[in-house]
């Protein structure tokens, strides 16, 4: 599987981006995004199970994104609104063959990983 991000880019507090992750190869299970702020570490945001559309986030998002996918393009998208400073991270997507991920949302149970696309947010 190969998983291509984009959608990054600069925005001003209180702003809206849609990131999405392009998908080729094998059929995904799951698809989630994860963000990495400088001198942090990687943080889960999101996450969908392929076959049915269910998600789930963490609680600290407070219903600021939601995580969404289009079988037809084998595309999946976050969007992300009501854009802090604190949002400001490097937003990877990945992506599983199975669901071990949506249980357990750890990194490691994500066997596929995209380049990243960079959000920056101005306050």
């Known amino acids: 599987v190969q998983l291509q991000a984009s959608g990054g880019g600069l925005v001003q507090a209180g702003g809206s981006l849609r990131l999405s992750c392009a998908a080729s190869g094998r059929t995904l299970s799951t698809l989630a995004w994860f963000r990495q702020a400088p001198g942090k570490e990687r943080d889960f945001v999101a996450v969908i199970r392929w076959s049915d559309g269910t998600t789930r986030y963490p609680i600290s998002m407070n219903d600021r994104v939601t995580i969404s996918r289009d079988n037809a393009k084998n595309t999946g998208y976050l969007q992300l609104n009501s854009l802090k400073p604190e949002d400001t991270a490097i937003y990877y997507c990945?992506?599983?063959?199975?669901?071990?991920?949506?249980?357990?949302?750890?990194?490691?149970?994500?066997?596929?990983w995209g380049q990243g696309t960079q959000v920056t947010v101005s306050s």
């Open positions: 990945a992506a599983g063959t199975h669901d071990r991920g949506y249980y357990t949302l750890r990194i490691r149970d994500f066997d596929f």
